[in-house]
Every structure is written in C-alpha cells, then in structure tokens.
C-alpha cells in the first residue's frame, strides 16, 4: 500500500483476507486509476473525499460480506495515456475478468483509451469520485469510454470504487451462467 507521503502506482494484488488465509479468488479486478489520481485522499478532499486506496478493501467487504473473498484486486494508477493503454493491453493478456477504471481527465478527451477498451472486450465500470454530471465544466458531462463500459458509478467518494467492483462481481456471476 502507499505510504502517506508517497503516491501509489503499481500496488500490485490485494486480497481482502489476511496473507495467514488461504484465498482461492474467482475473479481478478483491476483497480485502474487515470491522471492526479495517485494522491486520492490528499488532493482536493473537498471535491473527492478523503479516503485513500487503502480503504477499498474494507469497504468492499462491508459492501459484499463473503463474496469479497472471492475478488482479487489489483492496482494501477499512472498520469500517462500510453501506460494506461498499456495496462489495460497486459489485463488483457493476462486475463483479468474486470476493470475499475477512473480515468480521470481521459474519461472526456481520450479516444485511444475509448479504442483500447472497445477491443479487449474486459467488462468495465467507469468509475468517478464525485458527480461528474453536478461539475461545473459540461466537457466533464461526455464520456468517451462509457460506450465500452457495463456501467458507470459516479459521485460516491471511495465507495464509488467499491460499488464498481460489486458490480463487476455480478456482473460476472451473471454471465458465467449463460
């Protein structure tokens, strides 16, 4: 996990039992965070809250209970839109079944992102921190990666990110029964 005076960017896996525990995870999600998101909890907590990445996993086993042992998180956050598309390209080969992906400012300008997620075909939330619907700036209101998402979670603060990741988990249970 980061420390308080340093930024995470490859956090690599958390799961959401002690290392004591034997897990035997059914999905791997990627947690993936686009540019100024590497100090969430420090910057601007008035608009995105306070709470850093290190909250996710308790707030996904309150959210889920049980079944959050049956998720694997990983994470990755960089400010650069070629290491995201590379990111997501590596989830691809390394068959991750999902992504949570705020890509922050790229979410309203990038069509290589747009293009990266339309063929890997990973089912993905796009997630936001606060409600980019209720923001000031209408270039906030278009999203060019909704098209490629199963769903879009925004304006929950840090438990946008686990509300994501529920919904991958069902979604993901829903469609292995077809």
């Not at 309150?62 to 400010?79: H, Y």
């Not at 590596?90 to 979410?107: E, L, M, P, Q, R």
Request: include cysteine; glycine fraction near 8%; charged fraction near 25%.
């Amino acid at each position: 996990m980061p420390t308080e005076s340093e930024p995470y960017r490859e956090m690599g896996v958390l799961k959401t039992k002690t290392n004591k525990e034997k897990i035997m995870s059914k999905y791997r999600i990627l947690v993936l965070n686009g540019p100024n998101l590497g100090f969430l909890g420090r910057r601007q907590p008035e608009i995105y809250g306070n709470k850093g990445m290190d909250a996710l996993p308790g707030l996904l086993e309150e959210l889920m209970g049980e079944s959050a042992r049956e998720v694997e998180l990983l994470f990755f956050q960089a400010n650069g839109e070629g290491e995201l598309i590379d990111r997501l390209e590596s989830a691809y080969k390394d068959g991750v079944h999902g992504v949570a992906f705020n890509a922050g400012a790229y979410t309203h300008t990038s069509l290589a992102l747009a293009d990266c997620l339309a063929w890997i075909k990973i089912p993905c939330v796009e997630v936001h921190l606060s409600n980019v619907w209720a923001r000031s700036e209408p270039l906030r209101h278009k999203s060019l990666i909704a098209p490629s998402c199963v769903g879009v979670v925004s304006g929950f603060g840090m438990d946008s990110y686990a509300l994501a990741v529920q919904a991958l988990y069902r979604h993901l249970e829903q469609n292995q029964k077809k």
